[in-house]
């Protein structure tokens, strides 16, 4: 397999055994210039803004220490115009693979996936298709109709994540940086979204689809 040119790829996971392995899968591929993995969230973004012009795959997986990788999708894109998000995760729950792809990763596979499915999901991402490996595919009903699930934005997430921990509106707002208005606004359309009545409700939402 030649070896393309011009592309990198970021591996973001909090388990280094599993960063390195994976690290070494892509590297004997010989599909990027470079393969680099990191643990810490800080060190993946100034390596992504350092090569904001570089055509970047990021390998990200879906449960990070205290949040969920959601965020990071949007963030990933933000900071890198290039970059190319492929989820690798052990994620198992239907609702759970669904709402991850409302937030259009390029490619979806699981971390147990072999080398020719990475190399599949590479060519698929090539030709600007989305790619479910088949462990995902086989836990969605209907893998090819667009995802069912409740689109929430990263800000949402993250105040749903702080309410999760017992802050008030008034701490949520400081801890944000945003008014309490701001907060109570969040919390409405988050509520709306889920049909809840109350934030119990909400929260048991949150926690049945492992968004907290």
Not at 165 to 193: C, F, W
Not at 199 to 209: G, N, S
Request: proline letters at 5%.
């Amino acid at each position: 397999m030649h070896q393309k040119q011009n592309r990198l790829a970021v591996i973001f996971d909090d388990h280094l055994l599993f960063v390195e392995s994976f690290a070494a899968m892509l590297e004997q591929l010989a599909l990027f210039d470079t393969v680099m993995g990191f643990t810490g969230e800080k060190a993946y973004k100034s390596y992504l803004t350092k090569y904001y012009h570089t055509l970047t795959y990021c390998f990200l997986d879906y449960y990070l220490p205290n949040r969920n990788a959601l965020p990071l999708i949007e963030e990933t894109r933000r900071i890198n115009k290039q970059s190319r998000i492929i989820i690798a995760s052990s994620v198992t729950s239907p609702a759970v693979i669904d709402h991850i792809r409302t937030f259009l990763p390029n490619g979806f596979i699981s971390k147990s996936s072999s080398s020719d499915i990475i190399v599949e999901c590479i060519r698929h991402i090539e030709r600007s298709e989305p790619y479910l490996c088949p462990e995902i595919r086989a836990r969605i009903p209907q893998p090819d109709l667009p995802p069912a699930a409740i689109r929430f934005t990263a800000r949402e997430i993250e105040v749903l994540q702080l309410f999760a921990l017992g802050l008030s509106v008034a701490e949520t707002a400081e801890k944000t940086n945003l008014s309490k208005h701001t907060i109570i606004s969040h919390r409405r359309k988050l509520m709306q979204k889920t049909n809840s009545t109350s934030i119990t409700q909400l929260l048991a939402y949150a926690r049945l689809h492992e968004l907290i």
